[in-house]
């Protein structure tokens, strides 16, 4: 069954319900309700007939019976216009309630003069805005969401305030802690031209893509290696509050697979009940985090469009001594791996450049940079920014170039971290780690069978 025929099932109630109540505010209420029904349908995938899936995960789709008794009880209610948008900066509380479509001089007299009011627009900008109105503009409640300031609830609560217009026709202004859930979800898609298009088609927020490039760092070159075709599928979990993911806080990525040039890489987040320190893990208990990074690279929004030019390598590393990545001139250089910085200056055809000294007699070189972080003799541990993209030395445009050597001979910079020892799990850990492995599985494989340009749906 498509997922579109789904979609079309959960809102034929919603039609008919429309025929019925042919009143004005059903333009709002379709508006709510559409929005509603896709945003369940973002996190509910297609299950296909499978009773043996774990019980955290979303898969509660929209029923028909519950979406009439919905509308009929939305019915009940003289509801109005409900409004989201976010607060920007520079934004005032007229400017705020244009776009609100709120027309209410005693609303917004009263956020001017009321001192929680006046929160909304202090500090941070972005805070998630929900505003009840009568058609005629008349407010009931405003509802904003945004991150607490302490840290030591910033991780777990967020800010809820609520301005509502009493009995009296008055309003009154609160502040609450509310707690984050957190959802889990399921993605999928392919990569046809850069792993953030792939992404975002798939609904998935940069963090989680940025997650999946450092989960496969030291298998995969996402900046060179990345190839069309090739696949994703994702657990990962989305924090909300009141229900709506939030765009301040990051969820983590719990499982993936990623199919690169044909090979599947799959992984999972793991922690260890005794020491609680987590770290991705392969399905056969090796630690993804490497000696050595595939790439010194950053993996961003900026970078990774430069990678997906898909041509092959016109000069093999051998006649060229190392391998070139092209990025814009600023972007981020990184050490692949734990050392101490034996360069750091000017040598002529290099230009700018740093040479990191590695255990056992391996040595990396970062080549034309416009800027140098480091200085010689300085300890840098492995992902530590040493520098910039640039042109300087003999570099006709701006590119990262980068060697590898073992006991002053060159290498094949490709095969420094797949070559480089993976950290074991500790025998304990391994039965429920072992769980957590068949758990990931059944959730890749529903993620596996997500068709891309419905996930893609809002
Ligand atoms: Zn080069």
Known sequence: MSVWIRLQQSLQPLESFVARHPRGLMGSLLGLLGGFAVTAFGIAPLVPGNAALPQQQVVQALGAPELEQQLEALAEHPLGLLRHDQTRSGDSVDSLLTRLGAFDASFAAFLRADPTSRQLLQGRTGKRVSLEASPEGRVQRLVARFP?????LAATHFNRMVIERGDDGRFASRVELGR???QMRLASGEIRSSLFAATDEANVPDGIATQLADMFGGDIDFHRELRKGDRFSLVFESMTADGEPVAWGEGRLM???FVNGGRAHQAIWFQDTDTRKGGYYGFDGQSKRRSFLASPME?????????MRF???????????GIDYSAPTG???RNVGDGVVDFAGRQNGYGNVVIVRHAGGKETLYAHLSRI????????DQGARIGAVGATGWATGPHLHFEFRVAGVHKDPRQLARASEAVKLPQGAFKPFLAKVDEAKTKLQVAATLDVGVTGLH
């Open 180 to 182: 984050y859930e957190t």
């Open 255 to 257: 499982a993936a697979e």
């Open 373 to 380: 972080d480091v200085r010689k003799g300085q300890r840098v």
């Open 331 to 333: 972007t981020p250089v």
């Open 311 to 321: 041509h092959p390598l016109l000069q093999s590393w051998r006649q060229h001594k």
């Open 148 to 152: 607490v300031g302490v840290p030591e």
């Open 299 to 307: 993996f961003s929004r900026v970078s990774s469009g430069f990678a």
